[in-house]
């Protein structure tokens, strides 16, 4: 979940929709209707913001994507960011630039009423939890990834559906193949084709498992074939312990330049997680979804139909998944773009 609080009034940011192909407008105005998106000129005078996001990437660099909208809108605008000592958020949201405050672990509690303070929620999945239903309550507006989304909450009037915002760093298209290609293997010329396997920030155990049981004869018997590996964090000291080397392996615990990462993969390997699947639909780049069957309400499944529906994507449920099902996926789609 992502929660922010705005200390002005209206403000716009890009985002990916995917209900859509098209890029939308985010809107927090509540001058503006709440049943669509615009692009009305944003007011960002003496704007202070607070963001309270954490646990996973994918509800931190939804919270960084608005955070450098703004900025750009209007560079004087003050950021807060607020989580736990020890959450993802407390590395990776410093190293994004912008201030991180702790503050402690609670349970849910009726929020104090604040004048002059508007509350805005940025739910990126298809379910809303707990949390993010209750709070949309006392909300403003709240910002939606699906169409779908906005039947699960009580007050839909107050619900917008513009997809999950996206990184600048992503949108600009700015890091090229080559040079991406040379930050992960520095030592190698990549002339073949590149497999990003990504399992979340914290891991994917199932796809840990799976990629350990084939990864290296794959690599020996395709030499045309690098893998760029993000373990999570969670896992990668067992999995670096259980991973040999290998000159087209890059082994990583967690991948902060994902810019450069989608920029050098032809092939992506994932969760189905509402934000990585954004990213993904932003790059353009083909995909294999193993939804997490652990998530409420099965969201990451709908998601990853959703992907398969509008990007022909490939889906693997995890029940389906071992080491010759993932190889002969990842074979014959980096076949078939090897023809294109």
């Known amino acids: 979940m992502s929660a922010i609080f705005f200390y002005s009034s209206s403000v716009t940011t890009t985002t990916t929709n995917l209900n ?19 692009t009305a000129a944003a007011t960002t005078n003496d704007l202070r913001v607070v963001f309270a996001a954490g646990g996973t990437g994918g509800h931190i660099y939804p919270a960084v994507a608005i955070a450098d ?31 991180f405050a702790t503050v402690p672990a609670a349970p849910l509690a009726r929020p104090s009423r604040i004048w002059d303070v508007k509350l805005v929620i940025q739910e990126q999945n298809s379910v ?47 890091s090229s193949r080559t040079v991406a ?24 155990n199932a796809i840990n498992i799976t990629l350990l049981n084939l990864y290296y004869q794959m690599l020996n018997e395709h030499d045309y074939l690098f893998i760029i590996w993000q373990t999570g964090v ?3 000291h067992e999995m670096e312990g259980l991973v040999r080397n290998h000159p087209r392996l890059f082994l990583s615990p967690f991948l902060h330049a994902m810019d450069l990462a989608y920029a050098a993969a032809d092939l992506i390997v994932s969760r189905a997680g509402a934000l990585t699947c954004s990213e993904i639909l932003t790059t353009g780049k083909p995909c294999i979804l193993i939804p997490s069957p652990y998530v ?32 002969t996926a990842i074979l014959k789609i980096v076949a078939m773009n090897a023809l294109c």
């Open 20 to 38: 859509s192909p098209l890029q939308s407008q985010l809107s927090l105005s509540r001058q503006l209707p709440p049943t669509r998106c615009t």
């Open 69 to 99: 909208e703004l900025k750009m809108l209007n560079p004087k605008t003050q950021f807060l960011f607020l989580g736990t000592p020890t959450g993802m958020e407390a590395t990776a949201v410093p190293s994004s630039g912008y201030r």
């Open 128 to 174: 809303p939890g707990i949390a993010n239903l209750v709070l949309s309550l006392f909300a403003h507006e709240v910002f939606v990834a699906f169409n779908s989304t906005v039947e699960c909450f009580w007050q839909r009037n107050k619900c917008v559906v513009c997809g999950n915002p996206v990184r600048l760093s992503l949108t600009k298209h700015t």
């Open 181 to 204: 290609r040379q930050h992960f293997f520095p030592k190698v010329e990549v002339k073949g084709k590149v497999v990003l396997v990504l399992g979340g920030s914290l891991g994917a």
């Open 234 to 236: 969670d896992a990668f």
């Open 296 to 327: 409420a309400e099965g969201h990451q499944s709908k998601i990853a139909y959703l992907m398969a529906e509008v990007a022909g994507s490939k889906v693997i449920m995890e029940d389906e998944l071992d080491s010759t099902t993932l190889r």
